[in-house]
């Protein structure tokens, strides 16, 4: 005990000096020492892109040691459970992987998290990055974390093949009547007109997200996440009923399969259309074969010209050892170039609006360009908006109930309690 | 039963004063290392469940206005609600399933000739495989579009059903949302605050095929035990029975059940634990559930520090899991204790 107590005074100690080092260092000089960097992606695409913006970092500054100390598993919950470890005992690693909202949050009360505001001015970041996502990493006028990439959550993925066996066509903007008419059509042709792998939950949770984000708009569900609005209002009800109709129209063995197995069933159009996160396009060109545009094409329920952001992004521990290599760590992140390659691996979009996609996949290009100039709003199932983690749960507990109960009253009620308990 | 084993195991004459010091001096390292890992943790993890807000890098231990607020909450969680019945159904089934299961399977193997060893290897294999392994193994199996309903069409079953009932045979296992026997009504008017159980108060049939796929795992294992005791009953009293002309199945339940009720007991002690703390499996094989059919304390504790990032949530669901466990193992090693001090 007493131990661990003096080396935190003394790490703490060397943050205060390193800091003040930092800070009248010269602009430019590149970092030295070591770093370590502690993320949760360590599958094929993940990790390869994780390793653009490490050469990256290493290429600009030649002196620094960085160790990639990723943890595998359980979509990055074993990794939490590491680092809760760690920064219990006073070893927190110059940078690591968090989302936005809730969960930095949570950090920033720890106050563990170097504030990097000074960084994004100096840098002109404010000005490149979407101020929805600048606001998802600020709590009290200070902003700690650099995106990577953003994902998009509501994305209609739709098989081309089961299109043409029901004679439908979704494309663009989809209305729940238009969507409804062409479901029941897949129907009459023996195609489940939604692949769903909700085995874990958040997959059924997300396709509940981007139904209430078309019927309550952007600005309605960023009302219901503050609390300004309660989610016993027509549009969450309206979008609760759809979901519930919607779920007789999956495949069978929806709660036996995980989100990959639904995109499988997609790529082999037994199924119509998965809603699923744009991670889902590089598993269906790498993993599947398909060609976008050809195989597969994609839509939006309500506006299409709305982004469910999910960002992934890095902070710099306040009591890491090496501040500055952290924030050259940051800094190679948010440089151009790093944006475009890692996000050519990673399947996202880059979160910085002037880098050129031109390079990227066609459905990227899209996303960028929607990012960049279209409505942003947080995700609540992937813990992206502003509100307490506990909250995120507290949707996933309430639509595993609502599978069951299908009851649209309990699921509002439970849902205004959650946020106002936030 | 007390005479028989009286015989078998004469009583042990305490040992003289000077070894129990040297056994205390032994013991004494890994006693302060069990008391500082274990129950130094257990009160610092019922401190965190007291607390208000406890966060790794901020461990504050500060209570709030009501420090017991965090249990109150627990219990109205219809989540946990679901998780304390599925824990204590699981535990029913998967008890009586192994327990009965395993004796009968040891009887068979006991009684075979030449092909005993392969049999018990047989029976005891599943036990080494991975937790994880058999949940997905298990999953597949379950699903309702591939394994056993795969097999229920082939094997002719289902249309056999369908022709005599007229109705689809088409189980959905771990698909299933349907809760069977549900009390609640009944709980509620004999339970004092009986209002607040917001679930269905039944047997989840999503549980059903999880109890399968456990016991098929630890079926080996009670197997194991009871073999052990079966071999460990002296040949000369089957034989003396049989002189006195008890038939076989007389024999075995007036003499063999009896003597291997201790054995029984200490299966389903450890069988019980294993039951109560079961994560893994479930988490590979069937998640949460529909409605949370198939959720367990373990599962939820997990979610809530990791996931919801609520600390006392968690640890206060841990130590609830801990008393429970406790009720069951504490009184088997009071009862042990006693047995092996002589009584």
């Known amino acids: ?422 | 039963m007390s005479q028989v084993r009286g015989k078998s195991y004469p009583p042990v004459k305490r040992k003289k004063r000077g070894g129990d010091t040297k056994a205390a001096l032994l013991l004494l390292p890994s006693f302060l290392i069990v008391s500082v890992f274990v129950y130094v943790f257990i009160t610092y993890t019922i401190g965190v469940s007291l607390a208000e807000n406890w966060m790794p890098a901020k461990p504050s231990m500060a209570q709030g206005p009501d420090p017991f607020a965090t249990y109150k909450n627990l219990f109205e969680n219809p989540r946990f609600q679901s998780d304390l019945r599925n824990s204590f159904i699981f535990t029913v089934l998967f008890l009586l399933l192994t327990v009965i299961a395993g004796f009968f399977i040891a009887l068979a193997v006991h009684n075979m000739g030449r092909t005993k060893g392969f049999f018990r290897g047989v029976f005891l294999l599943p036990y080494a495989l991975s937790f994880i392994v058999t949940g997905v193994v298990w999953r597949w199996l379950f699903n309702p579009d591939s394994g056993v309903n795969l097999f229920l069409k082939y094997s002719g079953v289902a249309s056999a059903y369908k022709s005599i009932t007229g109705e689809e045979l088409r189980p959905e296992w771990l698909t299933s949302a349907t809760t069977v026997g549900d009390i609640s009504a009944l709980l509620e008017k004999i339970i004092p605050g009986g209002q607040y159980i917001q679930v269905e108060m039944g047997i989840p049939l999503a549980l059903i095929p999880v109890v399968i796929a456990t016991s098929w795992q630890l079926l080996g294992f009670a197997m194991a035990m009871f073999l052990a005791g079966l071999v460990s009953i002296p040949e000369e009293l089957r034989e003396a029975s049989m002189m006195d002309g008890a038939t076989g199945s007389r024999y075995y339940r007036s003499i063999a059940v009896p003597m291997l009720a201790p054995i029984a007991i200490t299966t389903l002690v450890i069988l019980t634990h294993v039951a109560l703390k079961i994560f893994d499996l479930i988490y590979a094989m069937s998640g949460s559930g529909i409605g949370f059919a198939t959720d367990m304390p373990g599962i939820f504790v997990y979610e809530s520090m990791y996931k919801a990032l609520k600390y006392n949530t968690g640890a206060a669901a841990s130590i609830v899991m801990l008393i429970i466990v406790c009720i069951v193992v504490v009184p088997y090693l009071i009862h042990s204790n006693r047995e092996t001090n002589g009584r």
């Open chain 1, 1 to 422: 005990m007493f131990k661990a107590k003096t080396k935190v005074s003394v790490a703490a100690f060397t943050a205060v000096a390193l800091a003040f080092a930092v800070g009248t260092a010269p602009a430019n000089a590149a970092a030295t020492g070591e770093i370590e960097v502690f993320s949760w992606w360590t599958s094929g695409s993940e990790d390869a892109a994780l390793q653009a913006i490490i050469s990256a970092a290493q290429a600009a500054n030649p002196d620094l040691k960085i160790t990639n100390a990723a943890v595998a598993g359980g979509a990055g919950t074993n990794a939490k459970q590491v680092l809760a470890t760690r920064l219990a005992g006073g070893d927190a690693p110059e940078i690591w992987q968090t989302h936005p909202g809730g969960e930095l949050q949570n950090y920033v009360e720890q106050d563990v998290l170097t504030d990097m505001t000074a960084v994004y001015e100096s840098e002109g970041w404010n000005k490149v990055v979407p101020k929805e996502l600048v606001a998802s990493m600020t709590f009290n006028k200070k902003t700690y974390s650099v995106l990577t990439g953003v994902h998009r959550a509501n994305t209609m993925w739709v098989s081309s093949a089961a299109q043409k066996k029901a004679g439908v066509s979704l494309s663009g903007s989809i209305n729940w009547s238009t969507f409804k008419a062409a479901a029941l059509k897949m129907k009459a042709k023996g195609i489940d007109p939604i692949c769903l792998g909700d085995k874990d939950i958040w997959t059924a949770a997300q396709l509940l997200e981007a139904l209430i984000v078309a019927e309550e708009g952007a600005s309605g569900w960023n009302a219901l996440l503050d609390g300004s609005k309660s989610w016993g209002s027509a549009g969450v009800k309206r979008a609760v009923k759809n979901f519930n109709e919607a779920m007789t129209w999956t495949n069978a063995d929806h709660k036996a399969l995980d989100w990959t197995g639904a995109v499988a069933a997609l790529a082999k159009g037994t199924c119509g259309v998965n809603v699923m996160g744009d991670w889902a396009y590089g598993e269906l060109l790498v993993k599947h074969n398909k060609v976008d545009g050809k195989d597969f094409t994609y839509a939006t329920f309500g506006d299409a010209n709305t982004f469910v952001t999910v960002g992934d992004s890095f902070v710099i521990g306040k009591t890491a050892k090496n501040q500055a290599g952290g924030v050259a760590f940051a800094k190679a992140i948010m440089d151009p170039k790093v944006q475009l390659a890692f996000n050519k691996l990673k399947g996202s979009a880059p979160v910085r609006s002037d880098v050129s996609t031109k390079t990227l996949g066609k459905y990227q290009q899209g996303a960028a360009k929607v990012l960049a100039n279209g409505k942003r709003v947080p995700s609540l199932v992937h813990g992206q908006a502003n509100v307490a983690a506990a909250v995120g749960q507290a949707y996933a507990d309430s639509v595993t109930l609502l599978q069951a109960n299908k009851s649209v009253e309990k699921f509002t009620k439970a849902m205004d309690a959650a946020i106002a308990a936030n």
